[in-house]
T-cell receptor
Framework: AQTVTQSQPEMSVQEAETVTLSCTYDTSENNYYLFWYKQPPSRQMILVIRQEAYKQQNATENRFSVNFQKAAKSFSLKISDSQLGDTAMYFCALGGGADGLTFGKGTHLIIQP | ETGVTQTPRHLVMGMTNKKSLKCEQHLGHNAMYWYKQSAKKPLELMFVYNFKEQTENNSVPSRFSPECPNSSHLFLHLHTLQPEDSALYLC??????????????FGPGTRLTVT
């Protein structure tokens, strides 16, 4: 069975700071994908960034980047120059089988002005 | 319409009512999902339809009944629900390969309140 663990239920940082959200996972698959999703308050869940396990290079999308440590089964999300609009629930997800994604419990990120 | 749409966005129903949630995806995907999102809990996968066949049930109570008439539409039929079924119900779709799970695209959800 696949598992995804997010150990930080809530985090709060000041605007413009850099914040890192942690995620660890476990899977028996050799080829898999990892994702970070963002769910703003009362708004739709959207994909932030995606990492393919066979790629060693860490994925980057503008201010969002990941630190993918395959051996340690760690997949953290770094948000640089954080903005008020980054306030949301962030979910780490793992895809490696034929039955969809396994999600973590989420981290509630609050960006303070 | 683009992406994944869900109707209604809000629903209040009594425990003896019967209602249905609707999901439609405009992305040409071949798999669709129902999730339940309750406060302080992780997303719970309820049903998976892959190529219109149900492949995952996850021991969901029979008061929830899914229907997938084609690869673009997904319904969740509700009857005799309990107050603890109050939650946000999310629909998602993806393009599934034979061995990989790709990113899922989510609808806005239906906020269900059972009174």
């Amino acid at each position: 069975a696949q598992t995804v663990t997010q150990s930080q239920p809530e985090m709060s940082v000041q605007e413009a700071e850099t914040v890192t959200l942690s995620c660890t996972y476990d899977t028996s698959e050799n080829n898999y994908y990892l994702f970070w999703y963002k769910q703003p308050p009362s708004r739709q869940m959207i994909l932030v960034i995606r990492q393919e396990a066979y790629k060693q290079q860490n994925a980057t999308e503008n201010r969002f980047s990941v630190n993918f440590q395959k051996a340690a089964k760690s997949f953290s999300l770094k948000i640089s120059d954080s903005q008020l609009g980054d306030t949301a629930m962030y979910f780490c997800a793992l895809g490696g089988g034929a039955d969809g994604l396994t999600f973590g419990k989420g981290t509630h990120l609050i960006i303070q002005p | 319409e683009t992406g994944v749409t869900q109707t209604p966005r809000h629903l209040v129903m009594g425990m003896t009512n019967k209602k249905s949630l609707k999901c439609e995806q405009h992305l040409g995907h071949n798999a669709m999902y129902w999730y339940k999102q309750s406060a302080k809990k992780p997303l719970e996968l309820m049903f998976v339809y892959n190529f219109k066949e149900q492949t995952e049930n996850n021991s969901v109570p029979s008061r929830f009944s899914p229907e997938c008439p084609n690869s673009s539409h997904l319904f969740l039929h509700l009857h005799t629900l309990q107050p603890e079924d109050s939650a946000l119900y999310l629909c998602a779709s993806s393009q599934e390969g034979s061995r990989q799970s790709y990113e899922q695209y989510f609808g806005p959800g239906t906020r269900l309140t059972v009174t």
